[in-house]
């Protein structure tokens, strides 16, 4: 610091300090300085500046004024800026002018020509006063953990010169502060105190706690007494810090806060928004969450958080105690079934990646009940309201099933089959949840039951007007594909092009195809098209439907034993072994027969028959199966969603054995509602029945009745003399299996349309010149309820690699599977458990024990989704489960 401008300093801070040490530099260098603070960050030490043997002329409204003052003083400058040689002393001037230099329309053009100018941005270096560049550069000499941090309010507003000054003298008294916790961040130092007593004993040897207490109150607005003993100071800090959280969250979100006028919260903005960051900053550490949690539990007790009254609507973004999610899922199920479904939605789908979701499952789990409920009911009015206006034309009903009704208010056009994707995750979460016998869920059950009665409504009356359009149209569809023309214009000519697989799931209905296609990843070319599924939609008819010459002629036959089988030509197929045989004896080439299952662990002599066929024929009948033959509803639910993830990756094992074209397509869709009562239950027809199912009767003679429509075989495009009736809406005959909510047969979008995905696998791309990993953490050190949390992240190193990797998370006792991933901060996909990890952005992973767990240890793997190579493990994780 020059010598001359010791007296200017003396009293000042050290942030003035520099400002002014910058100042006199450039007047001893070149005497005139003009100086801009269009900020008005310095008007109030100017009036205070005393500059030896230097003049200072304020602007004060008048550039006239100025000017007046400052003509004489320049007579001794040239016409080019120079002063005259004869001045033995020049002038030692310093102009400041609280404006925009911009905005002064050259006013002082001959003072700026004859010295220099500083401004915030000016150059050089030594002639930027802005102060966030000036605070930035004396916090590195004198804080460097809090450096960038202050310059950032500096330039966000929230600190002024006066307070930058206090502040660097405050800094300079925190040396045992920084001796103890290595750092003077107060977020660092609080956090460091709060979740751990380690630093005390260094706390009460170097008589820090003034210090700490100084610190609280500087930078948070706390008051803290630093004279109880330090294991009090704790909870006491953390008591004022998180119901001053509460109170400004409550405030900020317009609420109510004079019932919590007791509550002492920071008058400064600058410290309210340092305290909520280090909330935030809290609740965000893995490391920290479980301090946090114990913290937060134990004062929400103390503290009777729940006789606050507090305003729940003001709640929706606090995340401060465990009971305002409680409070928050109690208010959105009422305001589901006061038919509020757009708030409720909104609230949900935020609040399901809240700390406290993330930290306790069930909370996140009831959350995404919740959202699923709010979007199916929103989709329920929108479909209902087109069916409205939806001609009887089966062509336009089966387009908005699959594409949406276009609309003329700039909305986008919602397909139909999404109400049947989100009432399948709906059932699949609810069937996760363990219902309290209390009574602690009684509004989440009335949420459940009143979204099943409107799913149930709305696919009734579409299945009734399908059922109107179809036989107005005599069951023909113009330009859509049939059933048994998928063969010929889906799969022979690909067997040319090369290796093709031929797939055939059992009950794979329209939407979970569209959703099995949709995680594949970019390993593939796809496309998806609907087609309509053969009447009745039953196995031996709909399998029979999808193979070689099935559009030449289909004859509907009576097998015997109260079944059907269908004829093409002379040939019965009537099975599962017949018409693989079929299949065998009319395509070209060499071809394999598998079942899905053979894909996840294929045998050597597997391998070997895959490679010398040309084309593969696979099939699945796990769904089909899963929801006619189980007992549990809630299992079979289960269990057909994990079905998907079971096709995509045997699809991917298809495309590592060299197939080289995929066809995916199934026999027809499902019903799966709840069960219905008697009212919905009608007689079938009687006479001579040849086969009976919920959804359809098959025979001759016997009555015509309203509650069904009544159509010869050959009206359906099939040979023979047989009749058959198909209930009307949702209506079921009265037959042995009637009861259970699974079933198909009958005329209905979701037993009618189903898929066709045409997959084309894509030439291997070039190894990326990164190597991919993912980082494992655990929440807690061991596993104490089913749900339990991990957080991975998505590591690339070097300059390449995906932006973003698909990864399967499971559990293992044993190695045996027992959990997998159950919901995740973001990228989790309901259809198959898979997870999308971002590179560099960490994701908080709900995992979920799906059986009783026999060991007293497990482990959690990381999968690459697409190869199933392990990224990561966590091993011997204790598991301490009470009921």
């Not at 603070?37 to 004024?65: C, K, M, N, R």
Request: hydrophobic share 45%; glycine share 8%.
């Amino acid at each position: 610091m020059p010598d001359n401008a010791a007296k200017a300093v003396d009293s000042m801070g050290k942030v003035t300090e520099e400002l002014v040490t910058l100042i006199t530099k450039q007047i001893q260098d070149h005497g005139l300085v003009v100086w801009y603070d269009p900020e008005q960050a310095y008007g109030d030490i100017v009036d205070q500046l005393h500059l030896p043997e230097t003049t200072i002329l304020p602007y004060h409204g008048s550039f006239f004024a100025l000017r007046h003052c400052l003509e004489p003083l320049l007579e001794c400058v040239d016409e080019d800026g120079t002063w005259h040689a004869q001045v033995d002393t020049p002038l030692r001037l310093l102009l400041y002018v609280p404006l925009d230099r911009a905005k002064t329309q050259h006013a002082l053009i001959e003072a700026e020509a004859a010295g220099v100018v500083m401004e915030p941005g000016g150059s050089p270096w030594q002639r930027n006063t802005r102060l966030k560049v000036l605070a930035e550069r004396v916090f590195k000499r004198i804080a460097p953990d809090r450096a960038s941090a202050i310059a950032a309010e500096v330039d966000a507003g929230r600190r002024t010169l006066a307070e930058l000054d206090w502040l660097a003298d405050q800094t300079g008294e925190l040396g045992a502060i920084k001796l103890i916790f290595g750092t003077t961040a107060v977020a660092d130092v609080v956090l460091a105190f709060l979740s751990s007593d380690t630093y005390d004993p260094a706390l009460l040897d170097k008589h820090a706690l003034p210090e700490l207490a100084s610190l609280f109150a500087t930078e948070l607005g706390l008051s803290v007494s630093p004279e109880q003993p330090v294991g009090q100071v704790r909870p006491q800090l953390c008591r004022s810090l998180l119901l001053a959280e509460l109170v400004l969250q409550v405030s900020a979100a317009g609420g109510d806060t004079s019932k919590l006028a007791a509550i002492s919260v920071p008058e400064d903005a600058r410290q309210r928004e340092q305290l909520l960051a280090v909330c935030q900053h809290w609740r965000h550490r893995l490391d920290l969450r479980e301090s946090y949690a114990a913290w937060a539990d134990e004062l929400q007790t103390e503290a009777q958080v729940l006789g606050m009254g507090l305003h729940v609507p003001a709640l929706t973004d606090a995340e401060t105690f465990a009971c305002v999610e409680a409070l928050l899922l109690d208010w959105i199920e009422a305001h589901i079934l006061d038919g509020a479904a757009a708030t409720a939605l909104d609230v949900a789908t935020r609040r399901k990646a809240s700390f406290w979701s993330l930290h306790a499952g069930e909370y996140q789990l009831r959350w995404t009940l919740l959202e699923l409920a709010a979007q199916l009911l929103l989709a329920a009015g929108r479909i209902e309201a087109e069916l409205r206006t939806m001609r009887k034309d089966a062509r336009a009903i089966i387009e908005a099933y699959t594409r949406g009704v276009a609309r003329t208010d700039g909305e986008q056009a919602l397909p139909w089959c999404v109400l049947d994707r989100y009432h399948r995750h709906l059932e699949h979460r609810y069937a996760m949840l363990d219902l309290r016998p209390e009574g602690q869920h009684a509004h989440l059950e009335k949420v459940v039951a009143h979204v099943r009665r409107r799913y149930a409504e709305v696919v009734g009356q579409g299945a009734e007007c399908l059922a109107a359009a179809l036989a107005l149209a005599g069951f023909e569809v113009e330009g859509m594909l049939r059933h048994d023309e998928i063969f010929r214009k889906q799969v022979h000519g690909r067997t040319a092009e090369g290796k093709t697989a031929y797939v055939l799931v059992d009950a794979l209905r329209y939407e979970m195809g569209q959703e099995f296609i949709e995680g594949l990843g970019d390993q593939f070319d796809l496309t998806l098209r609907p087609a309509i599924a053969q009447l009745p939609t039953i196995t031996e008819v709909g399998m029979t439907a999808l193979l070689p010459g099935a559009d030449q002629h289909m004859e509907l036959v009576d097998v015997g034993a109260g079944r059907v089988g269908i004829r093409i030509g002379e040939i019965l197929l009537k099975d599962r072994a017949s018409r693989v045989k079929y299949f065998q004896s009319r395509v070209e080439g060499q071809s394999v027969v598998l079942k899905l299952n053979d894909l996840m662990k294929p045998t050597k002599k597997r391998l070997q028959e895959i490679t010398a066929a040309d084309i593969l024929l696979v099939t699945s009948q796990e769904i089909d199966r899963r929801g006619e033959e189980s007992d549990d509803e809630e299992e079979a639910r289960r269990f057909m969603d994990e079905v998907l993830e079971k096709l995509r990756r045997g699809i991917r094992r298809l495309a590592s054995l060299g197939v080289r074209h995929i066809v995916v397509t199934a026999d027809h869709g499902y019903l799966f509602v709840e069960e219905l009562d008697d009212a919905m239950k009608i007689d079938p027809p009687g006479g001579q029945t040849v086969d009976l199912h919920p959804r359809v009767w098959v025979g001759r003679g016997g009555t015509a009745a309203p509650g069904y429509l009544r159509v010869p075989a050959s009206q359906l495009g099939l040979a023979g003399d047989l009749e058959l009736a198909f209930p009307l809406g949702l209506a079921r005959f009265r037959t042995r299996g009637g009861h259970r909510g699974y079933c198909h047969g009958g005329i209905s979008l979701q037993e009618l349309v189903i898929p066709v995905a045409a997959i084309t696998v894509r030439e291997p791309r070039a190894t990326d010149l990164g190597t991919a990993t993912v980082t494992l953490s655990l929440a807690k050190p061991k596993i104490t309820t089913r749900f339990f949390s991990v957080e991975a992240c998505y590591v690339v190193g070097g300059l390449f690699g995906d932006a973003m990797k698909r990864v399967k998370v499971v559990v293992r006792a044993n190695r045996t599977e027992v959990g997998g991933a159950a919901m995740a901060a973001y990228g989790f996909e309901e259809g198959t458990q898979e997870v999308a990890l971002e590179k560099d952005r960490p994701n908080a992973i709900t995992m979920m024990l799906t059986t009783e767990v026999d060991a007293s240890t497990v482990s959690v793997h990381v999968l690459d989704a697409t190869t199933q190579v392990e990224f990561a493990a966590l091993k011997n994780i204790p598991v301490e489960i009470t009921i």
